[in-house]
């Protein structure tokens, strides 16, 4: 099983103990962190802290604070990173057990409207493909006027790369079990602000071979929720 999260930084024993928590309780065998804000002089003593049986990646050469951390079981699966981008890795997975490969991208979107233009061109990049791909993880965009409540409504403009990115992939959200809005911004009251930024979407073929929805984990003690 699959999954991501956006941990909002992994240095401390605390938030690395939170992952390894994740990946017993769902029996995960391979986990996107995202945004973990760890510098590569920090890369060994934060892996000793996680499964140390399991294989890692992590795009600190795309970007020096490591935003896609991934973390996988050698045993379980064969993951081979084809591309790393400073917002998404791109890899090809074989799942020993149930025989299947896939594609998988893991992104962590940026900020601005405006940064995450080249992510939106780099999953494009695989447009053409007709092998299972999914697509998973925090893209920091909404996708529809639904995906906010609180704070400034949803905008075309907004929404607009996005939609256009999944169009040209052919690729749809799965369905999903668990809350709509993935991420609060810990306010109290009226002040709290609800988004959707957090998906997992997918081609035909990921949808004919896989057959899978997404589970939506309630987020803890980040501000986003994990995805399964």
């Known amino acids: 099983m699959i999954g991501t999260w956006n941990i909002r930084g992994l240095n401390t024993p605390l938030k690395q103990k939170e992952v390894l928590n994740l990946i ?12 973990t804000k760890v510098k590569k002089d920090n890369i060994s003593s934060v892996k000793e802290n996680l499964r140390r049986d399991w294989e890692s990646f992590i795009n600190n050469e795309m970007h020096q604070m490591g935003m896609i951390w991934i973390h996988w079981d050698p045993k379980r699966v064969a993951l081979k990173v084809l591309y790393s981008y400073a ?4 890899c090809h997975v074989q799942w020993h057990e149930q025989k299947l490969e896939f594609f998988t991208s893991f992104v962590y979107g940026f900020n601005e409207l405006e940064e995450r233009k080249s992510l939106w061109k780099d999953i494009k990049t695989y447009a053409s493909s007709n092998e299972a ?7 920091n965009a909404v996708l529809t006027s639904e995906d906010r409540k609180g704070g400034n409504p949803v905008s ?7 939609r256009d990115c999944l169009e040209k992939c052919g690729l749809e959200e799965m369905p999903f079990s668990g809350p ?5 911004n810990k306010q109290k009251g009226g002040d709290r602000i609800y988004s959707k930024l957090d ?9 004919l071979k896989m057959g899978t929805k997404t589970v939506i984990i309630h987020e803890g003690i980040s501000d986003h929720c994990p995805l399964i």
């Open 24 to 35: 017993h309780k769902y029996n995960l065998s391979v986990l996107g962190i995202l945004e």
């Open 87 to 90: 917002q998404m890795v791109h």
């Open 133 to 139: 791909w999914c697509v998973i993880g925090d893209f």
């Open 156 to 162: 075309n403009g907004e929404t607009a790369d996005f």
């Open 180 to 184: 709509y809005f993935t991420w609060n």
């Open 199 to 207: 998906r997992m979407v997918a081609n035909i073929e990921w949808v």
